[in-house]
């Protein structure tokens, strides 16, 4: 999507709550029975909510894991660069020496 593309399924996600919450106020049920269904719908909104934030972080820490061992990966591959590079001058400094 492109830059505004999250924020207008965003707003349209809002729009649609919205408009089911007005149709529900306005519908012709008993002001009891209107109450237990927002309850049931609100209890329904926070599981599923809750629900993506536990998949939402399960997400991060995978990535956090992988982030670390490429870390890992790369400090490795860096200090074996510095140390050959450090043998390498240490040959030359030394063959410099013998001349």
Known sequence: ???????????????????ALVGILFAPKSGEE??????EKADEGS???????????????DLIEKSKEVAARQKESITAAVDA????????????AKA
């Open 34 to 39: 209107t109450r237990e269904f927002l309850v």
């Open 85 to 96: 590079g450090r043998e390498a001058y240490q040959r030359e400094k030394a063959e410099k």
């Open 47 to 61: 599981k599923y909510a809750q629900r993506k934030a536990r998949e939402l972080k399960e997400r991060a820490e």
């Open 1 to 19: 999507m492109g830059e505004n593309g999250g924020s207008k399924v965003s707003y349209f996600i809002v729009g649609l709550g919205l408009g």
